[in-house]
Nanobody
Framework: QVQLVESGGGLVQAGGSLRLSCAASGRTFSMYAMDWFRQAPGKERVSVAA????????RYADSVKGRFSISRDNAKNTVYLQMNSLKPEDTAVYYC????????????????WGQGTQVTVSS
């Protein structure tokens, strides 16, 4: 069992930066590839960044490529999302989720979800 708790959200002006953290409980965190999702009001929840269990591979949605960076510290059971050059359209609830695999291949399924953290970007 893994519990995920996000933090670091808040209100920021356009062009600003935030760093989200997702702290995981349990000793098996390093076995899971991880994603950061976001869900804006009235829209579907979508993955914006993913990282393999080792941290060696990452993927980004086109909408955030070059602005967001995902990383992880397996010793601290934490995955991060550094968000730079934020835009109003980045406003959403951000969730971290654990895949049921170590690697970023195939159709992902997610075993565990956090409760989400709100990010609001003002223009």
């Amino acid at each position: 069992q893994v519990q995920l708790v996000e933090s670091g959200g808040g209100l920021v002006q356009a062009g600003g930066s935030l760093r989200l953290s997702c702290a995981a409980s349990g000793r098996t965190f390093s076995m899971y590839a991880m994603d950061w999702f976001r869900q804006a009001p009235g829209k579907e929840r979508v993955s914006v960044a993913a990282i393999s269990a080792s941290g060696g591979n990452t993927r980004y949605a086109d909408s955030v490529k070059g602005r967001f960076s995902i990383s992880r510290d397996n010793a601290k059971n934490t995955v991060y999302l550094q968000m730079n050059s934020l835009k109003p359209e980045d406003t959403a609830v951000y969730y971290c989720a654990a895949r049921n695999t170590r690697v970023l291949i195939g159709t992902p399924k997610y075993d565990y979800w956090g409760q989400g953290t709100q990010v609001t970007v003002s223009s």
